[in-house]
């Protein structure tokens, strides 16, 4: 059975740091695009980071040189390594694998969300 | 990056009630559409992938079509446990992007 686990979340002052953790079983993150989506409270969807092949990742442009993809292998795990947190990062972020061999071909197991809170 | 849009933001139907949700790119984006569901509280359920094929465990009464840029999702007969959100995203190119979804409501 596939489950995806994160875990990490909570409440963080603007400028702090948080790292996410996403513990899967039932396939392996290594043969896998895997990503991160957060949304926040009342609103849609967005998509924060990739990890995928060789270590090769992407970005937001939102979140780009302040957060950070990457995976253990050997604990099938996914981080997500948040830093210079703003109140606009407030949000439940969930851990998504990708059933395809590019970022977005379709998410289609997802963890049940971390909640991270940026305020003061 | 390419703005998806949704239509409408919310609809109000009856179980039973065929429902029709509407999807836009801001540029053609072929066939590289998917479709989820959300519950409250819950994370999204991929339904629909590259515009038209079914998810593997999806009622058949969930449908996709379209392509270019204009997409729709089709629940051919609404039932009690389909009351949610539905959010579109594009696959074309990177990043990823969501419409702003559409909730569906007990009428």
């Known amino acids: 059975e596939v489950q995806l686990v994160e875990s990490g979340g909570g409440l963080v002052q603007p400028g702090g740091s948080l790292r996410l953790s996403c513990v899967v079983s039932?396939?392996?993150?290594?043969?896998?695009?895997m990503s991160w989506v957060r949304q926040a409270p009342g609103k849609g969807l967005e998509w924060v980071a990739v990890?995928?092949?060789?270590?090769?990742?992407d970005y937001a442009d939102s979140v780009k040189g302040r957060f950070t993809i990457s995976r253990d292998n050997y604990k099938d795990t996914l981080y997500l390594q948040m830093n210079s947190l703003r109140a606009e990062d407030t949000a439940v972020y969930y851990c998504?694998?990708?059933?395809?061999?590019?970022?977005?071909?379709?998410?289609?197991?997802w963890g049940q969300g971390t909640l991270v809170t940026v305020s003061s | 990056d390419i703005q998806m849009t949704q239509t409408p933001s919310s609809l109000s139907a009856s179980v039973g009630d065929r429902v029709t949700i509407t999807c836009r790119a801001s540029?053609?984006?072929?066939?590289?559409l998917n479709w989820y569901q959300q519950k409250p509280g819950k994370a999204p359920n991929l339904l629909i992938y590259a515009a038209s094929s079914l998810q593997s465990g999806v009622p058949s009464r969930f449908s996709g079509s379209g392509s270019g840029t204009d997409f729709t999702l089709t629940i051919s007969s609404l039932q009690p446990e389909d009351f949610a959100t539905y959010h579109c995203q594009q696959s074309y190119s990177s990043p990823p992007t969501f419409g702003g979804g559409t909730k569906v409501e007990i009428k």
């Open positions: 990890i995928y092949s060789a270590d090769s990742t």
């Open positions: 540029q053609s984006i072929s066939s590289y």
């Open positions: 998504a694998r990708d059933r395809g061999d590019y970022v977005g071909a379709g998410f289609d197991f």
């Open positions: 039932g396939f392996t993150v290594s043969s896998n695009y």
